[in-house]
């Protein structure tokens, strides 16, 4: 057999070396991360810690609801909402039966279903001794403001946001010869849109006082949007402690 020849040898295995080398130069490692990001490959999911499900990153919904007015046998009731988060934080009749012997109930009555009202986060709420048509309107009117969350319509979650977001506020406690007086106003966009007395002197004549004279106050407040109105004739303690917790709100509401 002929042996091949040592010079021979060694330039083919010098050929054979240069080949590989050539070939690896060539061909682009598997694992560069560089490449599959380039190419529309999967790159690792970086944002993903910061996504949320469907609506899972809005916050629920925060501001105030007023319920549809009920009509009883005494008198309309209304009530409004304020929500934070998802949350009833307060309750309170906008209105409610007044004159005679419905004022005291009223003022007996409206408390106890605000307060439940708030613990509760509901409409299934037990009616007040002695105020069962109260009770009943509260109930229905409350109901109505609750749906208005649920179906996101001019509810909470609507007017919690944009600049023209609704707040509440109420002014500190004026004391009067006859009895505190102490309002609340709705602020949007910088207007007010609704006051009332939510203490007001009561008791004898002073029901019947206040009874007649608060609604003049409350709608003479919103119709000029501050605290300069004019005092009720025949109730002027009670005008004059409405202006003094009107223009207290104001002021927290940024004037």
Request: aromatic share 2%.
């Amino acid at each position: 057999m002929k042996k091949s020849h040592p010079v021979r040898r060694a330039v083919l295995a010098t050929a054979a070396t240069v080949s590989g080398i050539v070939l690896l130069l060539t061909l682009k490692p598997a694992s560069d991360p560089g490449s599959a990001a380039a190419a529309g490959g999967a790159a690792p999911p970086a944002a993903a810690a910061g996504q949320s499900p469907q609506g899972g990153a809005q916050a629920a919904g925060s501001g105030t609801v007023t319920g549809e007015v009920a009509q009883t046998q005494y008198g309309p009731v209304q009530v409004r909402l304020t929500v934070s988060n998802g949350k009833i934080t307060q309750a309170e009749a906008v209105q409610a039966p007044s004159g005679g012997r419905s004022t005291q109930i009223t003022a007996d009555a409206v408390p106890q279903l605000n307060q439940a009202t708030v613990t509760a986060g509901s409409a299934d709420i037990d009616a007040v001794s002695g105020a069962t048509y109260t009770s009943t309107g509260y109930k229905q009117s409350l109901q109505s403001a609750l749906d208005q969350i649920q179906a996101g319509g001019g509810g909470a979650a609507d007017q919690g946001s944009g600049s023209a977001q609704a707040r509440t506020v109420t002014g500190e406690v004026a004391q009067t010869q006859y009895g505190p007086v102490q309002v609340r106003v709705t602020v949007s966009g910088g207007k007010v849109t609704q006051a009332e007395a939510v203490q007001a002197p009561s008791g004898g004549r002073s029901s019947q006082i206040t009874a007649d004279a608060v609604p003049q106050l409350n709608q003479a407040a919103v119709a000029v949007g501050s605290a300069d109105i004019d005092a009720v004739s025949g109730a002027t303690y009670t005008s004059t402690g409405y202006k003094q917790s009107l223009q207290s709100a104001l002021d927290q509401a940024g004037g």
